[in-house]
């Protein structure tokens, strides 16, 4: 193969996953993967002996534990070393979800009280966000590979968390979300600053990019073009991911207010009349937003103060 051959298979690899030949999995993977899980695995596979940051970013429900956890229990018997950094209310799911489909893949937990780290004693360590800003000895070791799950978490990138997380040395990255950008474009910027630094520029130069897309949209493509090689999303509504998962179905249910529940509603409902009424000047711009959106709540519209409450329930059953 000549080298631009070679290049040229590499960029169709990077651009379109499905093209990337299938890798084994594990005999020791207590799972059979679906076809786009299998894509997963070997997108990831082939990202890491790249050395490049991959991005996965599919939807919720898709299994992204489960595409990470058949690339750990690949990498396994490389003696690889990863730090998988999840927040605190994941800790139990990675736990269960990793004795469940990987049972060869020794885990241990870095949480609560600090203790000292032997790298010989498990192949995947995790810990929490919190926990990653305070232990000083995740700094000090080279890690084989970094993982983020809920990668939003360092989505501010002035927070200490933020730097704390990205300091941490790694010859690997990987990022899990299904929200790569949440509320604004500097979302994905500092994920990408994670995964490869410098590959959307210093932020100052991100944001003045970000200030010109309202007069010059081409720009929306350009950035698209740059990030859309390391990032790997499927979605459920895409038939061609999942072809038996049934369309989403809205039930409207009704509960009851309690007589206590209906006594502080109306309360409530006062306090805010009385504030409007007195053109309370000295609250602060948060207090008054807060207000302003509390005076919205109000009672069904059709129901008798002693009426009820109206949820919402969306389904894929």
């Not at 997108?43 to 490049?52: D, E, I, N, V």
């Not at 396994?76 to 004795?99: D, F, G, H, M, Y």
């Not at 032997?118 to 360590?125: I, R």
């Not at 790694?170 to 500097?186: D, F, H, K, Q, V």
């Amino acid at each position: 193969m000549t080298q631009g051959e070679w290049l040229q298979s590499f960029i169709a690899k990077l651009t379109t996953p499905n093209s990337i030949d299938d890798i084994p999995v594990p005999d020791t993977f207590q799972a059979n993967l679906r076809h786009y899980q299998q894509t997963g695995l070997n997108w990831l596979h082939f990202m890491s002996r790249t050395g490049s940051g991959a991005l996965l970013a599919d939807d919720m429900g898709l299994g992204k534990t489960v595409q990470i956890l058949a690339l750990l229990d690949k990498l396994r018997a490389q003696n690889i070393k990863t730090l998988l950094v999840v927040p605190a209310s994941l800790l139990v799911n990675w736990s269960k979800e990793a004795e469940k489909f990987a049972p060869k893949l020794r885990l241990c937990f870095l949480h609560g009280a600090e203790r000292e780290l032997n790298l010989a004693e498990a192949d995947l360590f995790i810990t929490t966000y919190g926990m990653a800003a305070r232990l000083e000895q995740l700094a000090t070791i080279h890690w084989d590979l970094l993982i983020l799950d809920e990668a939003q978490a360092i989505k501010n990138p002035t927070a200490k968390q933020s730097k704390s997380i990205k300091a941490l040395p790694s010859s690997l990255r990987i990022a899990m979300t299904g929200t790569p950008i949440e509320n604004r474009l500097a979302d994905l910027w500092s994920i990408f600053d994670f995964l490869n630094h410098g590959l959307l520029g210093t932020a100052k130069e991100f944001t003045s990019f970000s200030k010109k897309l309202k007069e010059h949209p081409e720009g929306y493509a350009k950035l698209r073009g740059a990030v859309s090689p390391f990032i790997l999303r499927r979605l459920k509504t895409d038939k061609s991911v999942i072809t038996d998962l049934p369309d989403k179905s809205e039930i409207r249910q009704f509960t009851t207010l309690s007589k206590k529940q209906v006594a502080l509603y109306q309360t409530l409902v006062q306090d805010i009349e009385r504030i409007f009424r007195a053109g309370n000047v000295e609250m602060t711009t948060m207090e008054r937003r807060g207000t302003i959106r509390l005076s919205k709540i109000r009672q069904p519209t059709g129901h008798s103060v002693s009426g009820r409450q109206k949820m919402l329930w969306c389904t894929n059953s």
